[in-house]
């Protein structure tokens, strides 16, 4: 499995958490939450590296194209441990001469 280069993001990155559970609803306002599945709260991230060189640009671009939005990577947010991770869209902006912005979302997978 590929490794994410080792390009760091710009502060400001968001971590999406969405809990797999399932609720049944009682009479009376009752209910009960069962925690589904094994990997039931996979992260989602969203990222940007903003104004940095047109070849870190580059970079970041040509591994996440390699991967075609199928392919997972190992990849580690800013104060968190590494995981196996999906990048299905990501945008690149050319702001300046040779200065480029990129942002992305990352999926945490689960995979044998």
């Known amino acids: 499995m590929a490794n994410f280069p080792s390009i760091t993001p710009s502060y400001g990155q968001s971590k999406n958490s ?3 559970v399932l609720e049944t609803q ?3 306002g009752y209910s009960s939450r069962l925690v589904f599945g094994l990997n039931q709260n996979l992260k989602v991230y969203s990222l940007a590296w903003n104004n940095i ?3 870190n640009a580059d970079t970041i671009e040509t591994f996440l ?3 075609g939005g199928s392919e997972s990577f190992t990849f580690t947010p800013p104060g968190e441990s590494s995981g196996t991770y999906l990048c ?3 945008t ?3 702001n300046y001469l040779n200065r480029a912005t990129i942002t992305a979302s990352f999926q945490q997978v689960a995979e044998p």
Do not use: H, Q
Request: charged share 35%; proline share 6%.
């Open 18 to 20: 969405n809990p797999n």
């Open 26 to 28: 009682y009479g009376d």
């Open 53 to 55: 060189s047109e070849s």
């Open 65 to 67: 194209d390699a991967r």
């Open 88 to 90: 299905r869209s990501w």
């Open 92 to 94: 690149k902006t050319i």
